[in-house]
């Protein structure tokens, strides 16, 4: 049984890496949006539930303190920018595919949320901010009687 597979033809092996890359890389490559690749913005999930509404982003591989948020006349920003190190190595980078991107969202909220209690929490990659609704909003529905 063989484990190890050596291919000692240099126009061979060059070909099968150059196949491998295209066939392999290729449609994951594609598969990224526009909007996360030319615009850097991470994707967003945004839940209206009864209490207030939930907006997740997803941006793994940053901490807790690479992020600001503000609220700002109505306007929820949400950035960060983390700066790629370069630290000197013994070792020969072969192939580098991480990659950090600063981004910039802005969500315009309304008369509805209770500006004072938003919260945010980073957790498994996950900004999720909580944003409540104000009490007058959140009364539920109202039967009314017909004279």
Known sequence: MTLVKVNNNGFGRSIDGMMKDLFNEFPS??????REDVFNFPPVNIVEKAEGYEV????????????????????????????????????????????????????????????????????????????????IVKAGAKDINIL
């Open 56 to 135: 997740e982003l997803s941006v793994p591989g940053f901490e807790k303190a690479d992020f600001s948020v503000k609220l700002d006349n109505n306007v929820l920003t949400i950035s960060t920018e983390k700066k790629e190190e370069s630290a000197t190595q013994d070792a020969k980078l072969i192939r580098k595919e991480f990659s950090y991107k600063s981004f910039k969202r802005s969500f315009t909220i309304d008369d509805k949320i209770d500006a004072e209690n938003i919260a945010a929490k980073y957790e498994n990659g996950i900004l999720k901010l909580e944003l409540p609704k104000k009490e």
């Open 29 to 34: 490559t594609m598969a990224k949006t526009f």
